[in-house]
């Protein structure tokens, strides 16, 4: 089962940071954390993963606190194209485990 | 950009019937997937594959499913005899590394009706 707990629905306004919480109190030192949304339907889309330190690249930001409970992804600049159903998954790194463990996510809705 | 192409992407079967969904995942990656999503539901993985067998699989995944790299390009996923509880949308994925070393890239999916 999933391991992560995110609000079912949000807002943002177009042009606005949206900023998307997960939280993951039991995550393990191996465990990275992944999010990847999904477009309507269309297949899960990666965005980015990481460890405990935050990472940035061209579609997000991931901020990870530092017990490493928590994150937050960041779009910065949403669009309407953003709206989608983004997925929070916590995850261990090693050969033979192979499986993304999908929840229900957070829909978020971007307002023009 | 390179892409994990899905076909067909609407496939509609008869209960009982056998069916093969394709993909053609990206062509320098070794790890390969599929993954179901009943409608409203969450997206579940079934099967990976790596060096033509099974690495991983879950209990959805029993002896009605079957999964081939029949060449150097494509990826099956075979039902044997459909059910109606079959009916879901089918994902196939491929990555460079296994065991979350590299990202996923899903395709847009199958479209699987069983009547």
């Known amino acids: 089962d999933a391991k992560t707990t995110q609000p079912p629905s949000m807002d943002c306004a177009e042009g606005r940071a949206a900023n998307l919480p997960c939280n993951h109190s039991?995550?393990?030192?191996?465990?990275?954390v992944y999010w990847y949304r999904q477009i309507h339907s269309q297949g899960p889309q990666y965005i980015i993963h990481?460890?405990?330190n935050n990472e940035t690249n061209e579609m997000a930001s991931l901020i990870i606190t530092e017990d490493r409970k928590s994150s937050t992804l960041i779009l910065p600049h949403a669009t309407l194209r953003d709206t989608a159903v983004y997925y929070c998954?916590?995850?261990?790194?090693?050969?033979?485990?192979?499986?993304?463990?999908f929840g229900t996510g957070t829909r978020l809705t971007i307002i023009p | 950009e390179p892409e994990v192409t899905q076909t067909p992407s609407h496939q509609v079967t008869q209960m009982g019937q056998e069916v093969i969904l394709r993909c053609v995942p990206i062509?320098?990656?070794?790890?390969f997937y599929w993954y179901r999503q009943i409608l409203g539901q969450k997206v579940e993985f079934l099967v990976s594959?790596?060096?033509?067998?099974?690495?991983?699989k879950s209990e959805i995944f029993d002896d009605q499913f079957s999964v081939e790299r029949p060449d150097g390009s494509n990826f099956t996923l075979k039902i044997r005899s459909t059910k109606l509880e079959d009916s879901a949308m089918y994902f196939c994925?491929?990555?460079?590394?296994?065991?979350?070393?590299?990202?996923?890239?899903f395709g847009s999916g199958t479209q699987l009706s069983v009547l």
């Open positions: 994925a491929s990555s460079e590394r296994g065991g979350g070393l590299s990202s996923e890239f």
């Open positions: 039991t995550i393990s030192g191996n465990e990275y």
């Open positions: 990481g460890l405990k």
């Open positions: 998954i916590v995850r261990p790194i090693y050969f033979g485990n192979e499986k993304l463990t």
């Open positions: 062509s320098n990656h070794l790890y």
């Open positions: 594959f790596y060096n033509n067998e099974i690495s991983e």
